[in-house]
């Protein structure tokens, strides 16, 4: 089945352009003239990728991404805004959005992301679809893609390079500091994430904690302790940033995004074993 998206922008020349581009690639494409004319047509079709404009009259993409979540909450958008802002592609990101684009708008980077969406979209209908593969094993292998998402194979082998290993024994507490690495990368065994003297997760292999600290170095407020023997990938942050000193600019934004969505997920797994969030059965989330 050919894959149907939503281009959503006020401006008539940018829809049109994005729209051809599209259309030769060989997708079904709808168009809508602001937020409002989007959800009058999402009432009667739903899109396997919406293109998103920030900044348009009668309600803004922001507004949109939050209205269409409600909808379709496995929606995959992608926004695009004129202004090279980090604040909004982060609200963007934390709204809902899978990416965005600044505009002018590369063909081939518009290509590149629309087909990671596609997929992107694919992924997440797979993860909610009953199979013989459990639910948890399923949300497990999303998690561990999400941080490199996007990444080639020897990104990732270069990413991983700049960790060290370290073995925990029970009961031991996994630091997280500077000096030893603040984001870890659970290469096998269990850590409980403590909080207030509280569990409020478990990571199991393949699984990351401490992504904020790359923006904000005292973001950590939780305590990890090996609740197996652990063996731990610690990540420095100076590190981190020097690696994407020496990668170009997309793959810095992707890792944020992948970084944001991360967080995401962690936070509504952690809301519902606590009690506070209802939208996920225990089975998927719940370690």
Not at 259 to 277: A, D, E, F, P, T
Request: charged share 25%; proline share 3%.
């Amino acid at each position: 089945m050919t894959p149907k998206i939503m281009i959503v922008d006020d401006e008539q020349s940018i829809r049109d352009i994005i729209s051809e581009f599209l259309t030769e690639a060989g997708y079904a494409v709808a168009i809508a003239v602001d937020g409002m004319d989007a959800l009058e047509k999402v009432a009667y079709e739903k899109y396997d990728l919406y293109i998103i404009d920030v900044y348009m009259p009668r309600m803004d993409g922001l507004e949109l991404i939050v209205k269409l979540k409600e909808i379709q909450p496995l929606a995959v958008i992608v926004v695009t805004t004129g202004f090279s802002s980090v604040d909004v592609a982060i609200k963007a990101i934390r709204s809902g959005a899978y990416h965005y684009l600044t505009k002018p708008i590369r063909t081939e980077e518009l290509l590149k992301v629309v087909k990671a969406g596609l997929k992107h979209s694919v992924d997440l209908i797979e993860l909610t679809t009953p199979s013989s593969e459990s639910a948890a094993s399923r949300s497990e292998k999303l998690n561990e893609m999400l941080l490199l998402r996007g990444f080639t194979h020897e990104q990732m082998i270069g990413f991983r390079g700049l960790g060290t290993l370290t073995d925990y024994a029970v009961g031991e507490t996994i630091p997280l500091d500077e000096a030893t690495g603040s984001l870890i990368f659970v290469e096998n065994g269990i850590l409980n994430v403590i909080h207030n003297g509280s569990v409020i997760d478990a990571l199991k292999e393949g699984d990351t904690w401490g992504e904020e600290t790359f923006i904000i170095p005292s973001a950590i407020f939780t305590t990890l302790k090996a609740q197996t023997l652990v063996q731990v990938r610690h990540f420095p942050r100076k590190k981190i940033w020097e690696f994407f000193n020496y990668n170009d600019e997309t793959l810095t934004k992707r890792y944020m995004i992948n970084l944001i969505q991360c967080q995401y997920m962690k936070w509504r797994r952690s809301m519902y074993r606590i009690g506070l969030y209802s939208g996920f059965p225990s089975d998927t989330y719940v370690s």
